[in-house]
């Protein structure tokens, strides 16, 4: 009654306001709701999330953000590029073809006659041409070779497709780069307060370690179990952990030698896996080439084609095996284990994709001829070399997706129905597999830095890489929910979501060498491309500059000039000694509050009696 | 939420379900309740009964369902887990409290309980990180702050 009383005397405009604003909070409630219903999978997620836990569940929603990222990057590089290339071969706007080549070029280099096998052709040419990028298709839009406009005229307006090509390029490793920041700030936040002091570990374990969404009895029971080995194997560290502070001189000195011996065998595998990655990819090349003179491409073989994407796949199914193995002997706490093995396979991972396109380059810019110096890469082989790393990139791709299925479909099932059905003691011990998920996530993560590297060379490879991804979500959930058991270890969502986004960053930044040096480095090859007319892919930036009027020319090169480069730079470091102070004088008003608030409870004036 | 409470009650009764109270053994089938451990608790803190018999009216059932829900602040989660945790509703966690809580959730059975010494060890750990007035207890303000400070609750 006191409430209502209230109420009568409220104004008529407070009135309005209250059930308005009100009102309002319930329609954006409504709309919240109604996004979550629009989110793809949401159901599937939410199912997942019941029968295997939160772990599982981070793998499935990073899934679902790199499908969406490569849509994206799919539609802005369709838009820029090639609906315009498209639009201007139909003839609807007045286009001008790059066919001028610039004076100082010499001929031999523009020559660019790829094999298009038009007509009737035998089906496995069809399907090699298919699976390997090169016929037909390396005539589509999908590489680089199609996009030979200069620009297309709109009435009076001149659409500058190289600027726009290259444009589109930064747009979209920007437009990766933030997303991916955004996501991981809150991730970073919570580790940050963690990484510090592990000062809540256990208690995070107890209070929150339930998880409410477990539906399954069966689940529940593993998540008990779960749960069980976690507090065991943390009780077990810290007791590690003084033993290890206990440790003698003598042991010391034997640990590290044995620590560095380790390291030096660890370095060997990786050279020998970069080393036959190099001698394969050289292989390929060098029997899948013959040189223009002879005017027949060798019909090559699909699998010296395939050479280096089998190699990689080798490599990066062998090399973590041996990590695994290699880590028992240097006799670290278990969690400083599992982190290192995974930095370890993170690096062999994207440092072969390194290796290959290391190798390509070594290939492509081979120049013993003066002739060839004259190009600046090798005009023979590779008339249109931005196609054919293209096609390599291309066909890791379609390898990688091919030997996901494969597994799913020649391990996964196989194993499962061997388990169910044949009950002798060998079989039953080996059991159903796990769902590793830090291994698939550097699966995913592998091919998603592909498809970040090959869409220059390849704009429509975003595409396929959302179907690829987009059917991987369907196998993955079918494998997870008939033939895989859920880990005994469980992996915290909070911190394993800021680990997937940690990694796939270093991919990304690692995605932009290879690309910065094609673009900036090497010369862009002068018989196909929107880049024939100029040095390097590059220098359509300073020629664009240079028809801006003069004002904008002279601020433009204030802001790249060392005048405002390095004072802007000790900004940006003083900003951050800022606030890398502040957070330190946060962390000791924390430690003091805290102390203060042990302190009250002997304090006379504060003292409470106990209830 | 309605329906769902009218389901639990024999057919009889679901006329005047507003104003029926569900016994606990009904309540238990549901299927979100089933697995969890803290079920008996959970039936306990949220009933309102005189007899102690643990039955949910309609109320009882809304507000289980909205302290669960994901739009409850993390406050008032915090306070009904804290009433959840305390076996025996005495206003703080003490080391028995903490013990029951350990074995529950590491699963009913003696081969999945941790070790005398394990649990010792594990008391004393929780203890150390989050009693800040070193009463050897955990009261409520203690538990919300560890709580508020933890990304997985």
Not at chain 1, 470 to 491: D, E, N
Request: charged share 20%; hydrophobic share 45%.
């Amino acid at each position: 009654d006191c409430q209502q009383a209230d109420i009568k005397y409220l104004s008529g405009w407070k009135q309005w306001k209250r059930t308005s604003s009100k009102s309002l909070k319930k329609v954006l409630n409504e709309v919240k709701e109604l996004s979550s219903y629009l989110k793809l999978w949401r159901h599937d997620i939410h199912s997942i999330e019941g029968k295997f836990g939160t772990g599982i569940q981070s793998y499935f929603s990073f899934l679902r953000f790199l499908v969406l990222l490569n849509f994206i990057i799919f539609i802005l590089m369709f838009s820029f590029v090639t609906l315009p290339s498209i639009i201007s071969k139909y003839g609807i706007f007045n286009s001008s073809f790059a066919k001028i080549p610039l004076e100082n070029i010499a001929p031999h280099c523009t020559v660019y006659k790829p094999n298009d096998n038009k007509g009737l052709v035998y089906f496995y040419t069809y399907l090699k041409d298919l699976l390997s990028g090169t016929g037909f298709l390396e005539v589509t839009s999908l590489f680089y070779g199609y996009y030979t406009i200069d620009a297309a005229w709109l009435s009076v307006l001149r659409y500058n497709l190289p600027l726009a090509y290259l444009l589109a390029t930064f747009a979209y490793l920007a437009l990766s780069l933030l997303w991916i920041i955004k996501r991981s700030v809150e991730g970073f936040k919570q580790n940050l307060v963690h990484a510090e002091d592990q000062f809540q570990s256990y208690c995070n374990k107890v209070f929150a370690g339930w998880d409410f969404c477990i539906t399954d009895p069966h689940a529940a029971r593993l998540k008990h179990r779960s749960l069980q080995y976690e507090l065991q194997t943390d009780l077990e560290e810290e007791r590690l952990k003084r033993k290890i502070a206990d440790r003698t001189m003598k042991e010391k000195l034997r640990i590290y030698s044995l620590r560095i011996f380790i390291n030096i065998i660890v370095l060997a595998v990786l050279s020998g896996c970069f080393y036959s990655i190099y001698r394969a990819t050289v292989f390929s090349q060098e029997n899948s080439n013959v040189s223009i003179g002879h005017d027949i491409r060798t019909d090559a073989n699909l699998l010296v084609q395939y050479l280096p994407s089998i190699v990689i796949t080798l490599a990066n199914f062998i090399a973590p095996q041996i990590f695994s193995f290699l880590i028992g002997f240097e006799d670290y706490s278990p969690a400083f284990e599992i982190r290192l093995t995974l930095m370890r396979c993170v690096f062999v991972r994207l440092a072969n994709i390194g290796v290959l396109l290391f190798s390509l380059w070594s290939q492509i810019s081979y120049c013993a001829t003066d002739k060839c110096k004259a190009c600046g890469y090798n005009y023979e082989l590779y008339p249109c070399w931005e196609s054919e790393v293209g096609q390599e990139m291309y066909k890791l791709m379609i390898f990688d997706f091919i030997i996901i299925l494969a597994v799913t479909l020649f391990l996964d099932f196989p194993r499962m129905l061997l388990v169910t059905h044949c009950s002798c003691k060998p079989v039953q011990w080996c059991g159903l597999q796990e769902f590793g998920i830090s291994d698939n996530v550097l699966e995913i993560i592998y091919g998603q830095t592909i498809c970040w590297i090959g869409t220059f060379f390849s704009p429509l490879l975003p595409a396929i890489a959302t179907i690829k991804y987009f059917i991987i979500f369907y196998i993955k959930k079918i494998s997870l929910m008939h033939t895989r058991k859920p880990a005994a270890r469980p992996v915290r969502a909070s911190s394993s979501n800021f680990f997937f986004l940690v990694v796939l960053l270093i991919g990304l930044l690692l995605a932009f060498i290879p690309l910065g040096i094609s673009i900036a480095h090497i010369p862009s090859s002068k018989a196909c491309g929107p880049f024939r007319s100029f040095n390097t892919s590059w220098a359509v930036v300073p020629a664009t500059i240079l028809g801006f009027p003069t004002g904008l020319q002279q601020v433009l090169h204030g802001i790249a000039s060392e005048a405002f480069a390095v004072p802007f730079f000790m900004v940006i470091c003083l900003v951050m000694f800022y606030f890398i102070a502040l957070a330190g004088a946060h962390k000791r008003v924390v430690e003091q509050l805290r102390e203060q608030l042990a302190m009250v409870r002997f304090d006379p004036l504060f003292c409470t009696p106990k209830v | 939420a309605y329906k769902r409470f009218s389901e639990l009650l024999p057919k009889e009764e679901r006329e005047n379900a507003r104003s029926a109270r569900v016994p606990k053994s009904q309540i238990l089938t549901l299927p979100e309740l089933r697995a969890n451990p803290f079920q008996h608790r959970i039936c306990r803190v949220f009933s309102t009964s005189d007899d102690g018999d643990d039955s949910m009216s309609f109320e009882d059932f809304l507000d289980m369902l909205s302290v669960f829900s994901d739009s409850a602040t993390s406050e008032i989660k915090s306070h009904y887990a804290f009433r959840i945790f305390d076996f025996d509703d005495d206003g703080t966690l003490d080391r028995k409290d903490l013990e029951k809580l350990v074995n529950c959730l590491t699963g009913q059975g003696e081969e999945s309980r941790l070790s005398n010494a394990e649990m010792e060890q594990l008391i004393q750990n929780i203890l150390e990180e989050s009693d800040i007035d070193k009463d050897g207890t955990i009261n409520l303000s203690e538990f919300q702050h560890v709580v508020s400070r933890s990304p997985d609750f």
